[in-house]
């Protein structure tokens, strides 16, 4: 091989230009020299020759041999660049690339070629190219979250997800406790009609985790806390007739799963004259889907969506450097946000009904 040769060398080349063997070559990439003794002598005339000659380590042959390639895949399940999502795969991914930087590994975003998003393709996956993998998406094909689970590569999924058979590891965000203390809040507020309204069917895990933490603020038997409804929307068209029965059901509160849904709610009851939080209070669980941004000052929950990607990320970690542990799951804690859409209830919600 000469310099101006367009090949890229291989391990082999980098043995002979350095006058050692293959072996040895292999050892000193892994950082493995436990049973054989390399002098530094040694290693630094091979890691010298690697950098005049350009070597670089094929990472799947490196995962072949049991060494550790120090990269972190990252596999989304639907598209992170589109700009409805930037906003929410962001601060996932920032907070990763943060976590593994200080950790000394790299990240390697997984895509798919057109269609749907495959973790497998023929029969296998590319993820084997990183150590380990960290999952995201918001709707996830379970069946290959399962296969993965079964083949026994490391991952972390980002985002409460139970999955039938063994469990899986995961970080989520600790929705049920924040979404009980915003309840109870307004119950503190003098609340006794505090209803709960989503955009969807409810059936995914973050949803539902919300709504559990809204029936623990409201114990059997307490006699102050009426709860109210729990209402679930086709699309912002019907939050008019939500706010209709709002009023006739004397709700002073509403626990608004989406920003777009509060947002719409806002609108709706400016429209008829009423003030927020004078004539209804309302609170935001943080689900920032499909919003179109406003300048109120929501009271409600942050999603933690960066802490999440750091946490997983270390998470992940451990998994690898301690391969005997148990699949794990972690929760992060909510920041509440104390905003200005949440006040004591009207004093006569009677007179709310004549606009």
């Known amino acids: 091989m000469s310099r101006g040769s367009a090949r890229r060398p291989t391990q082999a080349d980098i043995a002979r230009l350095a006058g050692v063997s293959q072996a040895t070559v292999s050892l000193v990439l892994n950082e ?26 094929n990472a799947s042959a490196r995962s072949l041999a049991g060494g550790s390639n120090k990269i972190i895949g990252v596999h989304t399940f639907e598209p992170v660049f589109p700009t ?3 906003d929410f795969y962001f601060p996932f991914l920032l907070g990763m690339e943060q976590e593994a930087a200080e ?5 390697l975003l997984f895509t798919s070629v057109g269609g749907e ?7 296998a996956t590319r993820l084997a190219l990183a150590d380990g993998a ?18 026994g590569f490391p991952f972390v999924y980002v985002g409460h997800r139970e999955v039938s058979g063994a469990p899986i590891s995961y970080v989520a965000a600790d929705y049920a406790s924040a979404t009980r203390q915003l309840t109870e809040r307004l119950f503190e507020l003098g609340h006794e009609r505090v209803a709960y309204a ?38 912002v068209d019907e939050v ?25 709610l806002l609108a709706c009851a400016e429209r008829r004259g009423l003030s927020v939080p004078e004539d209804l209070s309302i609170v935001v669980l943080g689900d920032s889907t499909g919003t179109r941004g406003t300048d109120v000052s929501w009271t409600g929950l942050e999603v ?19 391969p005997e542990t148990a699949d794990l799951s972690e929760s992060v804690e909510c920041p509440l946000l104390p905003g200005t859409t949440a006040g004591p209830p009207p004093a006569d919600p009677n007179r709310r009904q004549a606009r």
């Open 32 to 57: 493995r020299d436990t049973e054989v003794r390399i002098s530094p002598a040694t290693r630094e005339r091979v890691l010298a020759v690697m950098r005049e000659w350009g070597y670089v380590a």
């Open 84 to 86: 409805t999502s930037v």
């Open 103 to 107: 950790l000394g590994f790299d990240l």
């Open 117 to 123: 998003r495959q973790i497998f393709r023929d029969g």
């Open 134 to 151: 960290l999952l995201l998406g918001r709707d996830p094909n379970v069946a290959e979250i399962e296969r993965l689970r079964d083949s």
């Open 198 to 235: 989503r955009l969807g069917d409810g059936d995914a895990q973050p949803s539902r985790d919300r709504e559990k933490g809204y029936r623990r603020a409201m114990p059997a038997g307490a006699a102050r806390r009426l709860a109210g409804p729990v209402w679930g929307l086709e699309s």
């Open 240 to 264: 008019e007739g939500l706010l209709t029965e709002i009023l006739q059901g004397r709700v002073t509160g509403v626990v608004a799963e989406q920003h777009l849904l509060a947002e719409e």
């Open 304 to 322: 933690p969506r960066e802490q999440m990607g750091r946490q997983a990320t270390r998470l992940l970690v451990r998994l690898l450097e301690e």
